[in-house]
């Protein structure tokens, strides 16, 4: 079985924290949901109930820093990449600013709700993008901020 990720490391947090832009950061997320939740305390759920619950308790903190979902869709099918990776959710969420994300992540009530994430959350990906105007074609960008 492959590697699976669910939180960021230590040293991927800290160059995060240390990135020195302003403007909006754009979080591409890809998620592979568990069948069955897995709590700690031996709590019975859903992977996709255990999510939702991470959904509700984190929305409100992610809303009152200026978070917004700019881009939500289900993946279908890996027309290029490993075969063996399949996304139960794919989304963009938006942040005012790289110090925006990072106090989520430090919020005590945010870090009580990553419990649900970390539950329900068999595989993941985050990627942080800046974002930027697109241009005409594939693969050009006006390099201008969004």
Request: proline letters at 7%; a negative charge.
């Amino acid at each position: 079985m492959s590697e699976t990720y669910i939180d960021p490391t230590k040293d991927s947090f800290a160059a995060f924290r240390e990135m020195q832009r302003d403007g909006p950061v754009h979080m591409l997320n890809l998620l592979k949901i568990r069948k069955t939740a897995t709590y700690d305390d031996g709590r019975e759920a859903s992977g996709a109930a255990a999510y939702a619950a991470y959904g509700r308790e984190s929305g409100p903190i992610f809303r009152r820093l200026g978070g917004r979902i700019v881009w939500s869709g289900r993946p279908e099918l890996m027309l290029i990449g490993p075969q063996d990776k399949v996304w139960d959710l794919a989304f963009i969420a938006e942040y005012p600013s790289v110090q925006a994300f990072v106090d989520m992540l430090r919020d005590p009530d945010y870090r009580k709700a990553v419990e649900h994430r970390t539950a329900g959350v068999q595989d993941s990906r985050l990627i942080c993008m800046q974002p930027t105007l697109p241009g005409a074609g594939f693969g050009e960008t006006t390099d201008e901020p969004a």
